[in-house]
């Protein structure tokens, strides 16, 4: 984690009451991970009985952003209400998720949950902050899986993150109406303030 900013409650100064639905917010949207990665491991493996799995390109990204602040400091039972400017105390918080039936129904179809922002700020280790905050990279990172066995046996890292952010490169380059070839192009990377090229695929990360 990166020092957490006062904006952040400390956990240990967290009410008991309150503990349990921050835990439960982060135990919903583990729950939805997982079932995204079972989702995504069917389809995978649906190429590979095909036997095409070796000739097929999989570009896995998940989400559009670095992890989401959008929940406010307490997290939301409902984010049009965040999104319409009226955050809610923690108080009135507990007081909306009882009314509209407890704690086991965040998640499901009777709310439109989002997680407090706090653990937006722990699912973007180890950058800071998240989205909403672009000047920090926490807000514009994302994970990426790539896979290609057979025209891409080698990834070539570099930036200042390389050690700690692995990233891939690629171009789609049209070729013809009906077909579509990925190209590798020459990215222009910054490295000790001189900038270079590689015909390997290369990020700045």
Known sequence: LTPRDPAFSAWDSVPPEEKKVYAHQMEVYAGYQEN??????RVVQAIKEMGLADNTLVIYI????GASM???ENGTFNEIITLNGIPLTAEQQLKAIKAYGGLEKW?????DPHYASAWAWAGNTPFKWGKQVASHLGGIRNPMVVSWPKSVTQWSLAGQNASRTKAACATNSLTAPTSLQL???LPVCRS?????????CRCMA
């Open 36 to 41: 995204t990665d079972h989702a995504v491991a």
């Open 62 to 65: 998940f989400g559009d952003n």
């Open 70 to 72: 959008e929940g406010t």
């Open 107 to 111: 998640g499901g179809p009777d709310m």
């Open 183 to 185: 190209s590798w192009k």
């Open 192 to 200: 000790r303030k001189k900038l270079t090229a590689s015909r390997r």
